[in-house]
């Protein structure tokens, strides 16, 4: 079986990852315009926090932040992270039927993007602004009381944060916007007056009130495509990230049983 996500940001490749261990027999490729260091997911500080869907059952966010906090916490205890087979491709997909004649089953995890490809017009973005900067002292991290402020260190840099601007869909940095985070940001933490190497990151939250975990099937002319899609994380992708993936790699298991159900009443 041929898989395509559709997305290389922490849900697209996370999915990758657990379909390739729940269905380690099919061939995964990653489609995206955009590989790290320069997906929404590098914007974020990549902190985990819980984070309410409003229209998602919390036995199921529960579920999806549990498996997330295990898979992580097993990673900061080993020594090394596991090696995956997924094969990375650049490219634009401007509509998920483009693939059906090289692919089996589609993974759509486009974030933003899921807005214009599949005309989701629940989704919104949430824009976020945040400074990344060079402060190796400060290794313990600094969050207000509403979390809009925030000073999170990373293995080489500290992000300083930050905006949440529903429905702005900008993504060019703001000046005023990048002094008040740095001077909300140096009330919390004096030193970071020191800070050097500044530079100014914009990304857009992909939100809407639950998460899309959910199978569809697209038909054209008489043909069929299975597609998955595993996207609407709003500023919680981070959290939950490794739960919605393997959801959805068991919903990718279900595709192929189908499919080979098909297969099968046919040559019958």
Request: charged share 20%; proline share 4%; with cysteine.
């Amino acid at each position: 079986m041929q898989v395509a996500v559709v997305g290389a940001g922490v849900i697209g490749l996370s999915t990758a990852l657990c379909i390739t261990e729940t269905c380690p027999s099919c061939s995964v490729t990653v489609l995206s315009d955009q590989f790290s260091p320069n997906t929404t997911s590098d914007v974020a500080a990549g902190m985990l926090i819980p984070h309410i869907y409003p229209d998602t059952p919390i036995h199921r966010q529960k579920q999806w932040f549990q498996e997330t906090f295990t898979y992580l916490f097993a990673i900061s205890n080993s020594a090394e992270a596991s090696e995956a087979g997924i094969h990375l491709v650049s490219g634009k997909v401007a509509d998920l039927w483009e693939l059906h004649r090289e692919y089996d089953i589609v993974v759509n995890c486009t974030g933003m993007g899921a807005h214009q490809l599949v005309g989701d017009k629940q989704l919104f973005p949430v824009r976020g602004q945040v400074l990344k900067v060079h402060a190796p002292w400060v290794t313990q991290f600094i969050r207000d009381g509403d979390g809009l402020t925030y000073i999170y260190p990373g293995i080489h840099r500290v992000t300083l944060g930050g905006t949440r601007e529903k429905g702005n869909w900008s993504l060019s940095p703001d000046a005023g916007t990048t002094r008040d985070i740095f001077d909300r940001c140096c009330s919390l933490e004096p030193s970071l007056q020191g800070a050097q190497d500044i530079e100014v990151k914009v990304g857009l939250r992909p939100s809407r009130q639950s998460v899309r975990v959910q199978r569809e099937v697209l038909s054209q002319g008489g043909l069929k495509l299975p597609v998955v899609h595993n996207y609407g994380h709003g500023a919680g992708g981070f959290s939950v990230h490794r739960g919605t993936a393997k959801e959805a790699a068991v919903l990718v298991e279900e595709c192929i049983s189908a499919l080979q159900a098909s297969s099968s009443r046919a040559k019958l």
